[in-house]
T-cell receptor, first 116, second 109 residues
Framework: GAVVSQHPSWVICKSGTSVKIECRSL??????MFWYRQFPKQSLMLMAT?????????EQGVEKDKFLINHASLTLSTLTVTSAHPEDSSFYIC????????????FGQGTRLTVV | GQNIDQPTEMTATEGAIVQINCTYQ??????LFWYQQHAGEAPTFLSY??LDGLEEKGRFSSFLSRSKGYSYLLLKELQMKDSASYLC??????????WGAGTKLIIKP
């Protein structure tokens, strides 16, 4: 199967700082990448859909100025959590789908963010 | 609205068989996925159904009935490592994935 690499796997940062999370499709081109947040014992919550070369589409309730998404190439999307606060502590997961709309989503390993 | 229902939690015995059900109501249908997610890890793909019927893959099988808006994941010869959450997800008419809340499966010796 296709491989999606997400980095870092875990990060601890101070309140008020920014954190960047990278998501790379290693062996395929992903025109669309998705960013999810998952709180303990809850399901995946879609935050935004990232299309290469265009602005991301954010879900209702997700602050686009706080969660900056950049999809600069067909293999890389980044999520930057700006001015992080303790309530932003969560498990962030990216997924990518190959060209062809009815394909499975391949997930990155996830990033455990803890804001102290 | 769009809705996917699956049981919150199930318990089964090692070596037994368990069936996890998923019902859905979505705007359009372009396929249904099952994913396995161990605690603290990202989901991993198990199966994809777009036509009615049963798809078998080793110890895991997945069934789909589009007319009933229903799918199930069947796990045979359960092993302790199968303890995980199982997520049902549907591709809607816009080819967006709609996720269920997941079923936590607990395997007892």
């Amino acid at each position: 199967g296709a491989v999606v690499s997400q980095h870092p796997s875990w990060v601890i940062c101070k309140s008020g700082t920014s954190v960047k999370i990278e998501c790379r499709s290693l062996d395929f081109q992903a025109t669309t990448m998705f960013w999810y947040r998952q709180f303990p014992k809850q399901s995946l919550m879609l935050m935004a859909t990232s299309n290469e070369g265009s602005k991301a589409t954010y879900e209702q309730g997700v602050e686009k100025d706080k969660f900056l998404i950049n999809h600069a190439s067909l293999t890389l999307s980044t999520l930057t959590v700006t001015s992080a606060h303790p309530e932003d502590s969560s498990f962030y997961i990216c997924s990518a789908r190959r060209q062809g709309r009815d394909t499975e989503a391949f997930f990155g390993q996830g990033t455990r963010l803890t804001v102290v | 609205g769009q809705n996917i229902d699956q049981p919150t939690e199930m318990t089964a015995t090692e070596g037994a068989i368990v069936q996890i059900n998923c019902t859905y109501q979505t705007s359009g249908f372009n396929g249904l996925f099952w994913y396995q997610q161990h605690a603290g890890e990202a989901p991993t793909f198990l199966s994809y159904n777009v036509l009615d019927g049963l798809e078998e893959k080793g110890r895991f099988s997945s069934f789909l009935s589009r007319s009933k808006g229903y799918s199930y994941l069947l796990l045979k010869e359960l092993q302790m490592k199968d303890s995980a959450s199982y997520l049902c997800a549907v591709l809607d008419s816009n080819y967006q994935l709609i996720w269920g809340a997941g079923t936590k499966l607990i395997i007892k010796p």
